[in-house]
């Protein structure tokens, strides 16, 4: 299962950083992706990283002050998040394949394309 944590109370123009882990299924090697869900609204992919190359991408919400990475020691993916803003406020996941990548590429912003989910962790960007 995955385990996502880091979530909480930010101001506006903070940092956070969220951590997801794997446990029980292996190496967290596999495409990962971070999605975001705010009331009302529907999930949105933010950033994943590739599992053949881990380049990484990101959606144009979050381009430049999010920053994907993987951290093999701790079997975890990190999202460095910086320059917060209220319309970040959401609930973030994270989210793995069972097919080691998500192809085509078109796809890795699609909640579709992922067999495992973390739990979810509450941001809120609030002065």
């Known amino acids: 299962q995955l385990q996502a944590y880091g979530g909480g109370l930010v101001q506006p123009g903070g940092s956070l950083t969220l951590s997801c882990v794997a446990s029980g299924f292996g190496t967290l090697y596999y495409d990962v992706a971070w999605f975001r869900q705010a009331p009302g609204k529907e999930r949105e992919g933010i950033s994943h990283?590739?599992?053949?190359?881990?380049?990484?991408r990101y959606a144009q919400s979050v381009e430049g002050r999010f920053t994907l990475s993987r951290d093999n020691e701790r079997n975890a993916v990190q999202l460095q998040m910086n320059h917060l803003k209220p319309e970040d406020t959401a609930v973030y996941y994270c989210?793995?394949?069972?097919?080691?990548?998500?192809?085509?590429?078109?796809?890795?912003?699609?909640?579709?394309?992922?067999?495992?989910w973390g739990q979810g962790t509450q941001v809120t960007v609030s002065s």
């Open positions: 989210a793995t394949t069972s097919s080691m990548f998500v192809s085509p590429i078109e796809r890795i912003f699609s909640p579709t394309s992922y067999d495992y």
């Open positions: 990283i590739n599992s053949r190359d881990e380049s990484t």
